[in-house]
């Protein structure tokens, strides 16, 4: 083998990738020493500015682990719903009650379990914080993957079968490159996304005891604990830096290089978008002969491993037809049915079971507190959806109306949205008290912050999506400011503002867990609801009472999107749908 | 004339293929087919849209299984992808993603055919089909008849015994169509390319005689053989020749047959389906028959001047035919007296009369006849149901909507899409529009 050596030019964008190289490396070093460092509560965070750049690296790395596992198990669930009819009908249903129940309850649970099965290291401690975030990543990423498969045109998969291609090679070339732009935008929502419970996912605790991990969130609630300013104003902007960095160094030149995979021929209006990053990393040329070198080596691998391919390849057939045979049988078909059937509603009921015994220890007189905690707080979630779409809705028309604004406010937008709400709430509720409001209308203002930007952004790209033809028709009758609202900006955004009013809802119903209880300046603030109910079981390891209080709201959550948003939907689209 | 010989490459026993609309309805797309294909022909086959002969292709390459009957390759039952075939698809099917060069050499791999070689039939195919100099574009920088030629030197690459073709040339403009046809006729000729046998489903009745040895011509509603035309024109063959013209006449022939049989005169309660064409395509067609000479015209020169396809005219003189407006003696169209009538009147005594007309119409007498029973109002649901088991064979929703469009049109019906419901204008406890109408 030739020895590896230095390509012939060498320029600057080669010794950035090299540094970033680096980087990662030293990174996830020091990212997996502390997942190996040995558990002790409440470790001692570090105030100091120096300490903080560390911090968020911890940090991002927990984001990028969460990211990639969530990449994972997207391709796993839109292929296997894409590709079986049963599949297809147990999993759709489960990943809208996943995504629409306060995963955040289930942190403690998930804490408990994770560090007793590793007691001595922090790596349950990091696993569950891991887990937390990818709770908050995945789903929308995997239902995108699948109905970019389900919209798969059929001619395309043909050509693949005809061309002979084993499903692992139409996996890898067609329909993962097919669903690449959703899943790269869906990315970018999802990494923002996974931020919100940042500071609660890196500190909390859990009756008396206190878990710690370091990170940028712990950070904050301990400098938000001492009322140190300094502190607090420096994690903010390192967040901020962090937020943009993403965005500069990772989307924007993902969401370009995407472009490449677009199905439909027609570019969206307008320039296409541009990444200076990706211009840049054009011009280097490691990457072109690290390609080859990787090809090289690969082959010069498969060169020497082919004798140990040989039994391989004699079984092999075997091992996979045999299984494909069997499940091709309809008797086999059904009995494995039933058997996953059976497996699954085991699992249901022992769930249920488990879920009864707790809840059979509350008592009538906590249903009923439960019960006027949520209808607090079901008002104040209705509040913010309704002050967000106030503002939202004539911004994102403002916004979306004109491609130029919005080609420059979007990007803005998407960094400062990604900004995660709950390291602003102590801010902002302290702020309040000066001005003399308190808690329980503060409140519905942080759930404001927790949900607007689904609104902004879904109204936004509806707006965005009118066709030119029918805004020179509201210009060439002339239509008064009025009527062109009426009958041209509101009916063309209805649809979309549902699925964001869905969505904020949601947002505010996980946001209420952190903005009805919230420690600010060293002292405790608590109003009543079903998010402070849920936030003081946990701090009181009361177990009955947080998991009466996350069935209430799940099924709460549920059932309104269930029977309002979904008919609501289904009538918005039908009525005010742009396709004909 | 002499029967094809040959080798029996693939053929279709006694196949039929179901399958279940969205809303639930099942429908048979092909319905008892049997047929062969042997070695060195060149199949086409022709027929109405919905007729499945894309169900039947996709079966021969392996991409569908029949539900009923069995599909054989050399007499052995197909078992996954026919790995003897190719497929040119109607909308290219090539990856975005993927270069030329790329896109062609799909096929070779799991071939077994790999490094020089795999690069030497890439360039054979490339070079085939005249794509030269364009290896490493990507599809969306050529044209649509460029990305065929990608489509086709995909095909070719693999060198296919037999090339499956749906519509191949449905999405490409008629110049490049007409010289993409003959290519093909010489890649079949030239021995080099490996492919002996052509299997081509297309829309376009001078395409299958230029093509040709065997035409199949198939019925809708189910789909199944109608008819087998021999062609043994000598190739090259020439268009606008007289023996050309000759054999696209008797092709014409069997299609107007099929697409436009001659009325039956059975009892009149038996229900007709209207069929699927809209208000304006009928007077479209009316409009344009005035502008001939004696108001006649043959089908497919209709077709040709109105630029669409002979399916799409043909029914839509069908649904002028119902409503009493033409004839069809044979293959032409003849206005009659009521259809000049008709076009003669001013907006709104065409309505009336077309309401008088539709009254007529054993599916509309139904329908009022449903309106009238429960006080002029149903739910769309129940006439679906209605529909379904009337016509089995027909995709109810849209026949659902052609009658909401006439209805509408003659101002007999009225429907809420809102809530879901027809009901019957001008019904005020008795006073029907019939009524007002007499």
């Known amino acids: 083998m030739k020895p590896l050596r230095l390509p012939p030019r060498f320029g600057l964008a080669d010794v950035a990738i090299l540094c970033l190289v680096g980087g990662v490396i030293a990174t996830v070093v020091a990212f997996a020493r502390e997942f190996e460092a040995p558990f002790v509560q409440a470790i001692q965070i570090d105030l100091r500015p120096t300490a903080l750049p560390w911090y968020t690296l911890y940090s991002l790395s927990r984001g990028v682990v969460a990211l990639v596992i969530s990449y994972l198990f997207a391709l796993g669930f839109g292929w296997a719903a894409a590709r079986s009819r049963m599949a297809e009908r147990l999993l759709l249903p489960m990943l809208d009650i996943l995504q629409s129940i306060p995963v955040l309850g289930f942190l403690p649970g998930l804490v408990l379990g994770l560090m007793s099965l590793f007691p001595t290291r922090n790596v349950g401690l990091e696993l569950a914080a891991i887990v937390m975030i990818f709770t908050a990543q995945a789903w929308n990423l995997a239902l995108s993957f699948y109905s970019s498969l389900k919209s798969l045109p059929q001619p395309l998969r043909d050509a693949c079968k005809v061309a002979g291609w084993p499903p692992g090679r139409t996996f890898r070339e067609l329909e993962v490159p097919a669903g690449a732009q959703g899943l790269v935008w869906?990315?970018?929502?999802?990494?923002?996304?996974?931020?919100?419970?940042?500071?609660?996912?890196?500190?909390?605790?859990?009756?008396?005891?206190?878990?710690?991990?370091?990170?940028?969130?712990?950070?904050?609630?301990?400098?938000?604990?001492?009322?140190?300013?300094?502190?607090?104003?420096?994690?903010?902007?390192?967040?901020?830096?962090?937020?943009?960095?993403?965005?500069?160094?990772?989307?924007?030149?993902?969401?370009?290089?995407?472009?490449?995979?677009?199905?439909?021929?027609?570019?969206?209006?307008?320039?296409?978008?541009?990444?200076?990053?990706?211009?840049?990393?054009?011009?280097?040329?490691?990457?072109?002969?690290?390609?080859?070198?990787?090809?090289?080596?690969?082959?010069?691998?498969?060169?020497?491993?082919?004798?140990?391919?040989?039994?391989?390849?004699?079984v092999g057939p075997v091992l996979v037809r045999a299984p494909r045979l069997a499940l091709e049988h309809p008797l086999a078909r059904k009995i494995g049915t039933a058997l996953l059937v059976m497996a699954l509603a085991a699992g249901a009921a022992w769930g249920a079971w488990h879920l009864w015994l707790l809840l059979g220890q509350l008592k009538w007189t906590d249903w009923g507190a439960l019960l006027a905690a949520a209808a607090l707080t079901f008002v104040r979630v209705m509040g913010s959806v309704i002050?967000?779409?106030?503002?939202?809705?004539?911004?994102?028309?403002?916004?979306?109306?004109?491609?130029?604004?919005?080609?420059?406010?979007?990007?803005?937008?998407?960094?400062?949205?990604?900004?995660?709400?709950?390291?602003?709430?102590?801010?902002?509720?302290?702020?309040?008290?000066?001005?003399?409001?308190?808690?329980?209308?503060?409140?519905?203002?942080?759930?404001?912050?927790?949900?607007?930007?689904?609104?902004?952004?879904?109204?936004?790209?509806?707006?965005?999506?009118?066709?030119?033809?029918?805004?020179?028709?509201?210009?060439?009758?002339?239509?008064?400011?009025?009527?062109?609202?009426?009958?041209?900006?509101?009916?063309?955004?209805?649809?979309?503002?549902?699925?964001?009013?869905?969505?904020?809802?949601?947002?505010?119903?996980?946001?209420?867990?952190?903005?009805?209880?919230?420690?600010?300046?060293?002292?405790?603030?608590?109003?009543?609801?079903?998010?402070?109910?849920?936030s003081e079981a946990t701090a009181h390891a009361n177990f009955p009472l947080l998991a009466g209080g996350i069935a209430l709201m799940s099924l709460v959550v549920v059932s309104w999107n269930r029977l309002v948003w979904r008919s609501m939907?289904?009538?918005?689209?039908?009525r005010f749908g742009l396709e004909q | 004339?002499?029967?094809?010989?040959?080798?029996?490459?693939?053929?279709?026993?006694?196949?039929?293929?179901?399958?279940?609309?969205?809303?639930?309805?099942?429908?048979?797309?092909?319905?008892?087919?049997?047929?062969?294909?042997?070695?060195?022909?060149?199949?086409?086959?022709?027929?109405?849209?919905?007729?499945?002969?894309?169900?039947?292709?996709?079966?021969?390459?392996?991409?569908?299984?029949?539900?009923?009957?069995?599909?054989?390759?050399?007499?052995?039952?197909?078992?996954?992808?026919?790995?003897?075939?190719?497929?040119?698809?109607?909308?290219?099917?090539?990856?975005?993603?993927?270069?030329?060069?790329?896109?062609?050499?799909?096929?070779?791999?799991?071939?077994?055919?790999?490094?020089?070689?795999?690069?030497?039939?890439?360039?054979?195919?490339?070079?085939?089909?005249?794509?030269?100099?364009?290896?490493?574009?990507?599809?969306?920088?050529?044209?649509?008849?460029?990305?065929?030629?990608?489509?086709?030197?995909?095909?070719?690459?693999?060198?296919?015994?037999?090339?499956?073709?749906?519509?191949p040339f449905g999405a490409l403009d008629p110049l490049t169509t007409e010289n993409m046809r003959s290519q093909v006729i010489d890649l079949w000729r030239d021995p080099a390319t490996g492919v002996n046998t052509l299997v081509i489903v297309t829309h376009s009745v001078e395409e299958a005689v230029f093509?040709?040895?065997?035409?199949?011509?198939?019925?809708?509603?189910?789909?199944?053989?109608?008819?087998?035309?021999?062609?043994?024109?000598?190739?090259?063959?020439?268009?606008?020749?007289p023996d050309f013209n000759v054999m696209v006449e008797r092709l014409h022939a069997i299609l107007t047959a099929t697409l436009l049989p001659e009325p039956v005169p059975a009892a009149p309660q038996r229900l007709l389906p209207f069929p699927r064409v809209h208000v304006s395509e009928v007077t479209g067609l009316l409009d344009h028959l005035l502008t001939l000479p004696d108001g006649k015209g043959h089908v497919f020169e209709l077709a040709e001047d109105l630029g669409v396809d002979y399916d799409r005219m043909s029914a839509v003189v069908r649904a002028a035919e119902q409503l009493g407006w033409v004839t069809t003696p044979g293959e032409v169209v003849q206005l009659t007296g009521a259809g000049r009538d008709v076009m003669a009147m001013d907006d709104a005594e065409r309505k009336d009369a077309t309401r008088a007309r539709l009254l007529k119409q054993p599916l509309f007498g139904r329908l009022v006849a449903m309106l009238k029973e429960s006080e002029g109002v149903v739910e769309d649901e129940e006439v679906l149901a209605d529909l379904t088991i009337y016509f089995p064979f027909i995709p109810v929703e849209s026949l659902f909507r052609t009658v909401v469009e006439w209805g509408r049109y003659a101002e007999l019906l009225d429907h809420d899409p809102d809530a879901g419901r027809l009901g019957l204008l001008g019904w005020e406890g008795g006073t029907t529009a019939e009524a007002r109408a007499e």
């Open chain 2, 211 to 241: 093509l040709a040895g065997r035409i199949i011509v198939f019925g809708s509603n189910p789909g199944h053989v109608r008819e087998e035309l021999v062609n043994t024109l000598p190739y090259p063959r020439q268009e606008r020749s």
């Open chain 2, 1 to 167: 004339m002499t029967p094809p010989q040959g080798t029996v490459l693939l053929e279709a026993q006694h196949v039929t293929q179901r399958f279940r609309l969205p809303n639930g309805q099942e429908l048979e797309a092909l319905r008892d087919v049997s047929l062969t294909v042997r070695e060195h022909e060149v199949v086409a086959l022709v027929g109405p849209s919905g007729c499945g002969k894309s169900t039947l292709l996709r079966m021969f390459a392996g991409l569908a299984r029949p539900g009923e009957g069995k599909v054989l390759y050399r007499g052995q039952p197909l078992d996954g992808v026919l790995a003897a075939s190719a497929m040119v698809f109607q909308s290219f099917a090539l990856l975005p993603w993927l270069t030329v060069v790329e896109n062609v050499a799909m096929g070779l791999e799991a071939r077994g055919v790999d490094g020089v070689a795999r690069r030497d039939a890439v360039a054979r195919a490339i070079n085939l089909v005249g794509l030269d100099g364009f290896e490493q574009a990507y599809p969306k920088e050529l044209s649509g008849g460029m990305k065929q030629r990608v489509g086709f030197a995909r095909a070719l690459a693999v060198a296919p015994e037999i090339l499956l073709m749906d519509e």
């Open chain 1, 569 to 574: 939907m289904g009538w918005a689209q039908a």
């Open chain 1, 186 to 314: 869906n990315g970018m929502l999802s990494m923002a996304g996974g931020w919100f419970f940042l500071m609660v996912n890196e500190a909390f605790r859990l009756g008396d005891h206190d878990y710690r991990l370091p990170g940028i969130g712990s950070y904050m609630s301990v400098a938000l604990d001492q009322g140190n300013v300094r502190a607090m104003a420096l994690a903010i902007g390192a967040m901020v830096a962090m937020i943009v960095c993403v965005d500069q160094l990772l989307w924007r030149p993902l969401v370009v290089w995407v472009e490449k995979f677009r199905l439909d021929e027609t570019p969206g209006g307008g320039p296409r978008p541009s990444s200076w990053v990706l211009e840049f990393l054009r011009h280097a040329h490691l990457p072109r002969h690290a390609a080859r070198y990787q090809q090289r080596a690969y082959r010069s691998a498969r060169r020497a491993t082919r004798t140990l391919e040989l039994p391989f390849r004699a």
């Open chain 1, 387 to 534: 002050l967000s779409t106030a503002w939202a809705l004539p911004a994102g028309v403002f916004v979306g109306r004109s491609p130029r604004v919005a080609r420059t406010l979007q990007p803005v937008i998407q960094v400062v949205a990604s900004f995660p709400a709950p390291m602003l709430f102590p801010l902002v509720i302290l702020l309040f008290e000066r001005i003399g409001v308190g808690l329980g209308l503060g409140a519905v203002a942080l759930m404001v912050l927790a949900g607007q930007w689904y609104i902004l952004f879904n109204v936004i790209s509806a707006i965005a999506a009118i066709p030119q033809q029918l805004k020179d028709a509201s210009a060439a009758f002339r239509l008064p400011r009025w009527s062109r609202w009426r009958a041209l900006y509101l009916p063309a955004a209805l649809p979309a503002l549902i699925t964001g009013w869905v969505t904020a809802a949601g947002g505010a119903w996980n946001g209420s867990i952190v903005a009805e209880y919230i420690e600010a300046g060293g002292r405790l603030r608590i109003t009543r609801g079903l998010g402070s109910l849920i």
